[in-house]
Each structure stands twice: as C-alpha cells, then as structure tokens.
C-alpha cells in the first residue's frame, strides 16, 4: 500500500509555467521530465554558461569547450531514439532545450570559436591574453549568461528545485572579504545549549 502512494506522487504531474525571452511556455512535468531538467540544470549551473568568469582570469578556449560539451549534452537526448514523446498537454522540456540551442548556445559558438581559433593558428607562440578580441570576447560571454540565466533557472524549477537561482549567484560568504583581500570564511553558527 505505501509503495503505491509512493508510485502515485511520483508520477504526478505539476504544472510549472515560465514566462522566457520572447515566449511563455507551460509544462505539465512528470518523473521522467523532472529527471531531465534536473539533469540539465546540473550540467549548466556548474559550467562557465553560468559562472563568473572575471576578467583576466579563466581560459579561452577551455571556455568555448565547456560551452561546446554542454550544447553536445543537451542536444544528444534531443537526437535520441529513446527520448520520450513530446507530452499530449503543455510544453516539453526537449522544446525549452531546443531555444537554449538554437537562440543562444549556437550563434555564440558560432561566432567565437572561428575567431579565437583563427588567431591560435595565426600565433601559436602568443597566449590568449593578446588575442585582440579577448576583452570583447568577455563581453558576449557576460551577455549569453545572462541571456541563458532564465532558461536555467526554469529547468530548475521544472525539476522541482526549491531555489535554483541561489545555485547561480555567489553566496555572500564568496563575496565578504577582509581589508587586505582574502576571504573571510562565514562559518555556521551553532546554537549552545544553555
């Protein structure tokens, strides 16, 4: 008997509607699409798509990399001969995917790596730091997080995360910093017993 009410929460479907750069979509999500937009959150909350990158810091191409791994993940279950049918009422989250593709991912692929690797083989010997268009490439990077930072958010909350835009800011504790520049480490407090 209980493992009957477990099956039945399990399958039961919950509607999430988004409201997305220049759409609304509503879905009616079971297990199998929270499993995925969970799996996809993961894999783009902790990938330079959403992370910080500073200026002056990280590398170029391991950036155009990791923005390649994750537009070959995301388009894979897409291609799939086992992904699942679209659902009969509201949106798929292959359908939400297929817009971070289309509209984002690939046009900044598209764009950056032809110019980033043009100038490696012009000057194999230079480091990227010399690259001309290293700190217009930064730009564009910022403004596709941004752009992908709302189709992130929503995967997470098809996959039923309480908060998943905490997942993709720093903490405060990241961001406090004594005078002369380190970190100061915010530890939990614990109550005493008294």
Known sequence: ????????????????????????????????????????????????????????????????????????????????????????????????????????????LAVWHPRLRAFEEAHPEMDETAWPDNAEFRRSLRELQQNLRPYIIGLGEIAGIRDPERHLRRSAWHTTQHADGVPEQNTPRRSTPT
Do not use: W
Not at 11 to 21: A, G, I, W
Not at 34 to 61: I, K
């Open 1 to 108: 008997m209980l493992g009957a009410d477990v099956y039945r929460k399990s399958v039961q479907l919950t509607e999430v509607r988004l409201v997305l750069p220049g759409s609304e979509m509503t879905f009616r999500t079971n297990t199998d699409m929270r499993q995925a937009a969970l799996r996809m959150f993961f894999q783009a909350a902790t990938r330079v798509a959403t992370r910080p990158l500073d200026d002056g810091s990280g590398n170029l191409r391991e950036t155009l990399t990791s923005l390649k791994t994750l537009f070959d993940m995301y388009r894979e279950p897409l291609e799939s001969e086992g992904s699942p049918p679209p659902p009969t009422e509201g949106d798929s989250v292959h359908e939400l995917v297929l817009d971070i593709l289309n509209f984002e991912l690939a046009p900044f």
